[in-house]
């Protein structure tokens, strides 16, 4: 092998030698400023080099570097990099209400080894790196879920997410087993191979079932979303925007690698697993969200949702439903993040709770009119990035015929859009406390304006959607 | 000694775990419910792995036993993880009751 | 039946005795001997099942390691020689029930999938019955190790084999530390050195809070 032949494997790389590097000057810098530089830089590096880096597939044993994998990559890259900005606050003394955090080494290290595993995950060939990958992208959240220094709740938030993981992986190692049973073997190929052979297998659908299982707590879709609520609310903030976005992300690539590649042939005799899932995830995810008080809960509900509405994309089929998944990962990342970036600022003197938003609209016109949109994309009302998003997973379901799911599916976004105006009419309509002025820093206005025209221009501009979905199709 | 009583055993012992993981109250024994099913699993591989499952032709017994021995490293790495979270739990809350962590809620 | 057999049902019984031990015993340090019990017996198990490799990993990972967290974890949080509190009749029913669902599906499938290997196994030979000497088949059932420590040690470490999986595993184990000591690094001056480490922990947030009010005062 010559070293040019290594090229493809690149990113990954990179992103093992950016783990190390911010792990190790950690140990030298106090204040964690260099940590901080050294991540975003190699982030932004990062994602760089995937959208317009080598394009040559390349197969490495059952390591396999497709165009695929590398928009899953370039998604989880750009969802870490937004998480290292909206962490920034939290590390300054008084940045945020809640209490400090420390050692942001050691956090965006967890982050970046966090990301490998999603690597992993996404150019997995065989059973064990899957496993092995989608490990690795959980057990640096129950680390980080745990961050907030002295903090009972988020001490709890841990303790429930190692809980509810371990039982996870528990369940997919089981399920693995049975697929290995099935098949003699561990590689993709072999698990497709037997698939089609044999597709009435016990062990086959034994493993299914398991598999199915662990993947179901680790996406949160109902009536494995138990844990979600209390994690999200526990854990500090941009743990729980990464959780929300990047692991959300993750966890559905592993659907995606699996359901929609290796165990293609029995997608429709799932197809109404997959159904009864996205329903009760939008039903509880709605009704759920609709009481809440806590923002970081409403968000766990909210996203529990977005699951339901994901997984309506597993019934069509293959490539557009790839597509439509990434796609609304982005939009819902983008709205996501704009939300958690308004939560950050609203936090810095008060709790991140819906009452921490009341006033809004004096305290800071555009952060409420960002909030507007936000809630506006989530709800899918067009033209906003959300609705496209929406669009496309309904019609990657439509196309295969399940009209009564998308019905459902419409009436759901319908009735969350009730909720989502809650949180708008308490940023506009409710009486404010004190209004003092908000203040925003140069980042966070940076941020905020690119978040705020991504949320336009990716709702009207179909360009970058079908960039992506030329990209992950094939 | 054959397939279906190992796979038995594995079921019995996942079974027992589940059990547990429903019933116990303190953290640290949930966890070792856990460990239960893990190990449930592993015997599933070295069973599957010892005696060939419903596919045709040779399988790959190594990578059954391989598999079963990276599962072993990534529960200890889980364990580890578990276990200082619960005693930071510990350190915040004063015990252990799964039940009486209570203090997230909507 | 012969020796070997009566020694695996045996095992098997031994196995099942103490797993109902770990997750019913009253007292967390016998529930975690009997865990350790239990990994034994499985390390056992999978030497009669010749993966030796296996019952090593098992006994120096498991046993040796995370047995150790578990009794350290036991020992830090106190909970050595307390009783714990019996699970109230409504949750033990619960148990019962999953228990009861899960070992019915689980029974199921075994009983199907023994079935189906059997039949898959009764094919191969009759293929190899016609074409060759069934040599290979004939080795497994004759006890040739099923993965000996030089074929699964080269298996390791071959480009073509599960070396990408020992890299990433190396990276998980990275991320577990790191992990482990960023949570056990959280709340340490909270509880050093008070008789009452919850009072200290309190203060400490307290001025924590202080510091933050003080702060927040300064111009950005």
């Not at chain 1, 009119?369 to 997973?393: I, R, T, Y």
């Not at chain 2, 079963?68 to 790495?77: E, I, K, N, S, Y």
């Not at chain 3, 059997?118 to 099923?146: C, F």
């Not at chain 3, 690094?185 to 008070?194: D, I, K, L, P, S």
Request: aromatic share 8%; hydrophobic share 55%.
């Amino acid at each position: 092998m010559t070293l040019a032949e290594f090229t493809p494997l690149l990113p990954d790389l990179l992103l093992l030698a950016l783990a190390l590097a911010v792990l190790k000057i950690d140990l030298w810098s106090e204040d964690g400023e260099a940590g901080f530089h050294l991540t975003w830089i190699g982030l932004a590096g990062l994602a760089l080099l995937l959208a317009f880096g080598s394009r040559s597939d390349a197969v490495f044993a059952d390591y396999h570097i497709t165009a695929a994998s590398r928009v899953w990559k370039l998604l989880f890259t750009l969802a870490t990099l937004a998480t290292v900005f909206l962490s920034r606050p939290y590390f300054r003394a008084g940045g945020n209400a809640r209490g400090t955090l420390a050692k942001s080494g050691a956090f965006f290290g967890l982050l970046l080894l966090c990301m490998q595993g999603m690597f992993a995950l996404v150019s997995a060939g065989n059973l064990i790196v899957f496993y092995l990958g989608l490990e690795l992208a959980t057990m640096p959240i129950y680390a980080l879920a745990a961050y907030q220094p002295r903090d009972a709740d988020s001490a709890e938030a841990g303790s429930k997410y190692v809980l509810m993981g371990g039982f996870s992986s528990a369940l997919t190692l089981f399920g693995i087993s049975f697929l290995y049973g099935a098949t003699g073997s561990l590689g993709f190929p072999a698990l497709e191979a037997a698939v089609r052979a044999a597709p009435a297998d016990p062990a086959l659908w034994g493993g299914i079932f398991f598999l199915l299982g662990g993947l179901g707590f680790k996406l949160a879709m109902a009536p494995l979303h138990m844990w979600a609520p209390d994690v999200y609310q526990g854990a500090p903030t941009p743990v729980m925007a990464f959780l929300s976005v990047a692991s959300k992300a993750a966890a559905v690539a592993a659907l995606a690698t699996l359901f929609l590649s290796p165990l293609n042939a029995v997608r429709p005799d799932l197809a109404p697993c997959f159904a009864a899932a996205a329903v009760l995830s939008m039903v509880a995810g709605n009704l759920g969200a609709m009481r809440q008080k806590d923002l970081r809960r409403f968000v766990a509900y909210s996203s529990v949702a977005q699951v339901g509405y994901m997984l309506l994309a597993m019934l069509g089929e293959g490539d557009g439903s790839r597509a439509a998944l990434v796609y609304n990962l982005v939009t819902y990342g983008v709205t996501g993040f704009a939300l958690y970036f308004i939560m950050g600022v609203i936090g810095k003197e008060g709790p991140e709770t819906m009452s921490g938003l009341r006033g809004l609209s004096r305290r800071h016109p555009g952060l409420a009119v960002l909030l507007v949109l936000c809630m506006f994309s989530l709800a899918g009302v067009p033209p906003l990035a959300g609705f496209l998003g929406k669009f496309m997973l309904f019609s990657a379901a439509a196309a295969e015929g399940h009209y009564l799911l998308v019905g459902i599916a419409v009436a759901n976004a319908v009735v969350s859009f009730y909720y989502y105006m809650l949180v708008v009419k308490e940023a506009y309509i409710a009486p404010p406390g004190e209004a003092a002025a908000i203040r925003l820093r140069p980042l966070q206005i940076m941020v905020l304006w690119g978040l705020g025209l991504a949320l336009l221009v990716l709702g009207v501009c179909p360009a970058p959607a079908d960039w992506l979905a030329r990209a992950a199709g094939n | 000694m054959n397939l279906t009583a190992c796979l038995l055993l594995s079921a019995a012992l996942f079974s027992i775990g589940a059990y547990g993981l429903v019933t116990r109250r303190n953290m640290i024994a949930a966890l070792m419910s856990l460990e239960l099913m893990v190990n449930a699993a592993l015997i599933n591989f070295i069973a599957f792995a010892r005696f060939g499952g419903t596919h045709a032709g040779q399988g790959d017994a190594q990578a059954g036993s391989l598999f079963a021995l990276f599962a072993v490293a990534v529960t200890a790495a889980e364990m580890a993880l578990a276990l200082a979270i619960v005693v930071a739990v510990h350190r915040q809350r004063r015990h252990l009751d799964i039940r009486e962590l209570d203090g997230l809620h909507g | 039946m012969n020796v070997r057999d009566a020694f695996f049902y045996a095992l098997c019984a031994l196995l099942l005795g103490l797993a109902v031990l770990t997750v019913a015993a009253g007292n967390l340090f016998r529930a975690a001997l009997a865990l350790l019990g239990v990994l034994l017996c499985t390390a056992v198990l999978f030497l009669l099942l010749q993966a030796e490799m296996a019952a090593l990993a098992q006994v120096m990972v498991y046993i040796g390691g995370i047995m150790i967290f578990v009794l350290y974890a036991v020992l830090l949080t106190s909970e050595l020689g307390g009783r714990m509190p019996a699970p109230s009749p409504v949750k033990m029913l619960l148990g019962v029930a999953v228990a009861a669902v899960a070992l019915g599906f689980l029974a199921g499938l075994a009983q199907k999938t023994g079935a189906g290997a059997a039949a898959a196994r009764a094919r191969m030979h009759a293929e190899s019955a016609t074409k060759e000497s069934a040599a290979s088949s004939a080795d497994a059932e004759a006890g040739v190790n099923i993965a000996s420590l030089k074929t699964l040690g080269q298996k390791l470490l071959d480009p073509k084999g599960f070396l990408i999986p020992f890299e990433l595993i190396s990276v998980l184990l990275l991320a577990a530390m790191v992990g482990a000591i960023a949570v056990a690094r959280q709340g340490g001056a909270g509880v050093r050195g008070g008789s009452e480490p919850g009072a200290a922990a309190i203060s400490v947030k307290d001025q924590g809070g202080a510091g933050a009010a003080e702060s927040r005062g300064a111009p950005p």
